[in-house]
């Protein structure tokens, strides 16, 4: 799963830079919805962003993607953050454990796209966290401790909050929205809509009552 | 401004009070425009002012050369400013200098700011303005004919672009500085007004103008590119206007 | 491919929070990032320094000549400031002639030097029409994450300050003496995102701003440099006001890049 931006637009398909050598063109066959010639600007224009699935990889340095296939979609509310690739499974964590313990912390929604691209939304201070969390992983996602030091930001900026933080009605991913012909995909809710799954605490790392002052 | 170890700096002002030129501080130079001159181009425009001459002439929406800068949800616009080598008393080599390059840039950023570019994705609208006599203030007869070819090309827009320069020359601030003025004052502020909003979209200044004297010169400077204003909406009229001989025999 | 596409709901966002007056780092409108200014920083320079505005890095190294006064300015020396926004800082910067971009940044920061007579080019006259003292300040940017226009104020008058007349290298005089600097322009840059006036914009806010004003002041209240730069319009009020806004970070900016 990457997370691409709209660059251009033809007429039965899109091209995206999802930070990969070459732009990656999205058919619009590998979309949910039906759409006819000329129509893909009713659809997608310059400058969305969309979560999409790398499917073939050919010779010619040619890279398909689709927007088939579960979590994958238009992204509309949010923001976008930029992270090293190389430091994705440190923000996943053991198990998804540390982004878990991000959105729970933040109330935020996140998908994580393997280029290093991540969609964040929620209220503006859970994203203002977790975006910090982010640039943290970022710089010191190569040390050990960094449970820790994630855990300890957490706690010392607030507590997650008990509605989730997150705004009615945002974040969807808009499939079927706007005056838009007939849309033959099943409409139910996205599985980038719903919350993370309930976790079990994580075993703080440290001493168990008084976390460490984050150092700045 | 900044002519370090030059001559004596010439009296800027009479004993009545008046310029150089016999302006008062707040009075612009005569002002000339005429719409759409050229043939071949899609809009044009020719500017006197003062003792400047200014030719600009717009070709587009077209094919975006070179091809890479292409925007593929709106028209780029592109600015080409250029002095004739035989425009100042110094033959001047041919070819932009990096002032040329900057003022082509905040003139087609300017543009780009009232222009609708969303109305034509992947094509360039293209500006080009030849200062052909030069007398200070030549950027800003050339928004100034830029404005009008660019409504001449039929190019929709916000507003038309007036411009003027306000100066400090003598402690005084002046409006539309003369070349005199422009080599011996102490200050030079050229802007673009959108008159419509009211707001800037080209703006600099160089010099020295203290904190307390800017919001007047600022006020100066649109009250002068109200004026010119008018002056451009005349010679557009004028252009498009319908010949009372021709109108007649219509109805006759 | 021209520059990246930055994506809309990144620029919904930043204006979003504009509106309520906070921004994606935290800050208030009106707070500069993180400033160093790290002095002396190329040893093969006469003066350098490297100023840092948040992830932002700029380095300024300044080189004296001997050189020949213009013909029209025979009692002067002469000045010259050049930036260059080179591939390595950003990847939207190409190699080749210098972009407008980056001749808007040198000529930006050299009016600024220049019209605050921030060195009295009288002074670097050896022999009148004969010899004279060349100043090249150049600038570099090494990491663009925006407000690249500060950063290389800053560390051209940070270089400027520290530099060194190198009178002896050039048989000039039996000694090297600092190089004297009159007066101290800082620019301190402001970026329209919708009704909210930020300053120093970060690298993502400058692509979801609506134009930039460049304000450069001195130490004695004047404005000696403006420019008006990008898509986007600003009122005279908005212009008195970001004035008000240089002037009250200007002493902060200019202490940094002292040194003092």
């Not at chain 3, 490297?50 to 300015?73: C, F, H, M, N, Q």
Request: proline content about 7%.
């Amino acid at each position: 799963m990457v997370i691409g931006t709209v660059t251009d637009v033809q007429g039965t398909f899109w091209l995206l830079d999802i930070g990969a050598p070459r732009w990656a063109p999205l058919h619009m066959t590998g979309t949910p919805w039906k759409i006819d010639f000329g129509e893909t600007e009713q659809y997608l224009k310059v400058k969305d962003a969309v979560v999409v699935a790398v499917e073939s990889i050919e010779n010619t340095g040619r890279i398909g993607v689709t927007m088939n296939g579960e979590g994958l979609g238009k992204l509309e509310g949010g923001t976008i953050v930029t992270l090293s690739p190389a430091k994705i499974p440190r923000l996943i964590g053991r198990g998804g454990s540390m982004i878990q313990t991000i959105t729970r912390m933040t109330g935020t929604k996140v998908a994580v796209g393997q280029n290093g691209r991540v969609w964040i939304d929620g209220s503006d201070d859970g994203i203002r966290r977790a975006r910090e969390c982010l640039r943290i992983i970022e710089e010191e996602g190569q040390r050990s401790g960094l449970t820790a030091r994630i855990q300890s930001y957490l706690d010392s900026t607030g507590s997650p909050p008990e509605d989730g933080g997150v705004r009615p009605g945002r974040p969807r991913l808009d499939n079927d929205s706007g005056n838009r012909p007939e849309f033959d995909g099943p409409p139910g809710p996205h599985p980038l809509t719903r919350l993370p799954e309930a976790v079990p605490e994580p075993e703080p790392d440290g001493p168990s009552e008084d976390p460490p002052p984050p150092e700045y | 401004m900044g002519n370090v170890g030059a001559k004596e700096i010439p009296e800027l002002f009479g004993p009545d009070g008046l310029r150089t030129d016999g302006r008062r501080p707040d009075e612009l130079r005569p002002l000339k425009i005429t719409a759409g001159p050229l043939h071949q181009a899609d809009g044009s425009a020719f500017v006197e002012w003062g003792f400047n001459k200014v030719m600009a002439a717009v070709y587009g929406p077209r094919e975006v050369h070179p091809r890479h800068l292409q925007e593929n949800n709106k028209a780029i616009v592109q600015c080409r400013y250029n002095m004739a080598a035989f425009s100042v008393d110094e033959r001047k080599r041919p070819g932009l200098d990096r002032r040329s390059q900057e003022i082509s840039k905040v003139i087609a950023e300017a543009f780009e700011s009232v222009i609708f570019a969303e109305e034509y994705p992947r094509t360039s609208v293209d500006v080009y303005i030849e200062v052909l006599q030069a007398n200070a203030g030549t950027r800003c007869a050339g928004v100034v004919a830029a404005s009008v070819a660019l409504a001449d090309a039929g190019i929709p827009m916000v507003d038309l672009l007036p411009a003027v320069a306000v100066g400090k020359v003598g402690g005084k601030l002046v409006l539309d500085l003369n070349k005199l003025e422009d080599n011996f004052g102490e200050a030079d502020l050229p802007m673009a007004l959108v008159p419509q909003s009211g707001r800037l979209v080209l703006m600099q200044m160089e010099g020295h103008m203290h904190r307390d004297e800017l919001g007047r010169a600022l006020d100066m400077g649109v009250a002068g590119c109200r004026g010119i204003y008018e002056k451009m909406k005349a010679a557009l009229r004028d252009r498009y206007a319908v010949a009372p001989a021709a109108s007649s025999e219509v109805s006759a | 491919m021209s520059d990246e596409v930055t994506a809309e709901i990144l620029s919904t966002h930043i204006l979003d929070l504009a509106r309520q007056g906070k921004r994606l780092d935290g800050r208030t409108p009106d707070e500069y990032r993180r400033i160093e200014v790290e002095h002396g920083f190329v040893v093969t320079a006469d003066g350098s320094a490297l100023a840092r505005i948040g992830e932002t890095a700029v380095l300024s190294g300044i080189k004296l000549e001997p050189g020949k006064p213009y013909p029209d300015t025979p009692n002067a020396g002469v000045l010259t400031t050049n930036a260059e926004l080179i591939p390595l800082s950003s990847p939207t910067f190409e190699p080749g002639p210098p972009h407008p971009r980056a001749i808007e940044v040198s000529r930006v920061v050299d009016r600024a030097i220049r019209a605050a007579e921030t060195i009295d080019l009288k002074k670097l006259c050896v022999t009148p029409s004969e010899k004279c003292w060349s100043c090249f300040v150049d600038i570099h940017v090494l990491d663009h994450s925006g407000n690249i226009i500060d950063a290389a104020s800053l560390a051209a008058l940070g270089a400027l300050t520290h530099a060194t007349l190198p009178q002896k290298r050039f048989g000039i005089a039996e000694a090297d003496i600092p190089l004297a600097v009159e007066h101290f322009p800082v620019e301190c840059t402001f970026t329209r995102l919708g009704e909210t006036i930020v300053v120093d914009a970060t690298f993502d806010e400058e692509r979801a701003g609506q134009g930039r004003v460049t304000i450069a002041t001195d130490e004695a209240g004047n404005i000696v440099a403006m420019q008006k730069g990008l898509i986007g319009a600003f009122s005279p009020d908005d212009v008195k006001e970001m004035a008000e806004r240089a002037f009250r970070h200007g002493d902060r900016l200019r202490a940094i890049a002292r040194g003092v």
